[in-house]
């Protein structure tokens, strides 16, 4: 078995750390978001903040799986740019829900983002089950988002 190294652990920790906190940044629950109508089911606001952490401890840790089980420096190569996509595509839906006041535009990107979810889970499956493994719930709470993002755009619409 492959050790895991504290230089992957370092690398995996500050990009997801990097990650929660521009997302956080990003997120303002202010005035506008607080006059959209939401379901009632919507968790409370309160509660994505641990959400969120988990998910990112968790991809943090899928991230190292699958570098230690990556045999190649293409392989490796694909671990970064998956995660890195991923990363990019999630500070996107926040800027266009949050910042650019468009859930409209962010129901879109969302489905983007889910097969950016999917993509490492099918690809790292393979060498590193539990690097796949540990993309599940990430899965599960961008499915669960993306069905939060239609309803609120549902019962808010028309954006512009």
Same mark, same amino acid.
């Given at each position: 078995?492959?050790?895991?190294?504290?230089? !992957?652990?370092?690398?995996?920790?500050?990009?997801?750390? $990097?990650?929660?906190?521009?997302?956080? %940044? $990003?997120?303002?629950?202010?005035?506008?978001?607080?006059?959209?109508?939401?379901?009632?089911?919507?968790?409370?606001?309160?509660?994505?903040?641990?959400?969120?952490?988990?998910?990112?401890?968790?991809?943090?840790?899928?991230?190292?799986?699958?570098?230690?089980?990556?045999?190649?420096?293409?392989?490796?190569? #694909?671990?970064?740019? $998956?995660?890195?996509?991923?990363?990019?595509?999630?500070?996107?839906? !926040?800027?266009? =829900? =949050?910042?650019?006041? /468009?859930?409209?535009?962010?129901?879109?990107?969302?489905? %983007?983002?889910? $097969?950016?979810?999917? %993509?490492?889970?099918?690809? =790292? #499956?393979?060498?590193? /089950?539990?690097?796949?493994?540990?993309?599940?719930?990430?899965?599960?709470?961008? !499915?669960?988002?993306? =069905?939060?993002?239609?309803?609120?755009?549902?019962?808010?619409?028309?954006?512009?």
């Amino acid at each position: 078995m492959r050790r895991i190294s504290w230089q !992957s652990v370092l690398v995996a920790a500050s990009a997801a750390t $990097l990650v929660g906190t521009l997302g956080g %940044v $990003l997120t303002d629950t202010g005035l506008w978001y607080q006059s959209l109508t939401k379901p009632s089911w919507q968790p409370p606001d309160w509660a994505f903040a641990p959400a969120w952490t988990l998910i990112f401890i968790l991809a943090a840790v899928s991230a190292i799986y699958a570098w230690r089980d990556s045999y190649t420096p293409a392989q490796r190569r #694909w671990v970064v740019v $998956l995660f890195t996509l991923n990363a990019a595509l999630n500070s996107l839906w !926040s800027t266009l =829900f =949050f910042v650019v006041k /468009r859930p409209d535009w962010a129901l879109i990107e969302v489905a %983007v983002l889910w $097969l950016s979810v999917l %993509v490492p889970i099918v690809v =790292f #499956w393979r060498r590193s /089950r539990t690097a796949s493994l540990y993309l599940l719930p990430y899965l599960a709470w961008v !499915s669960f988002a993306a =069905f939060l993002n239609y309803t609120v755009v549902r019962l808010n619409a028309p954006f512009a």
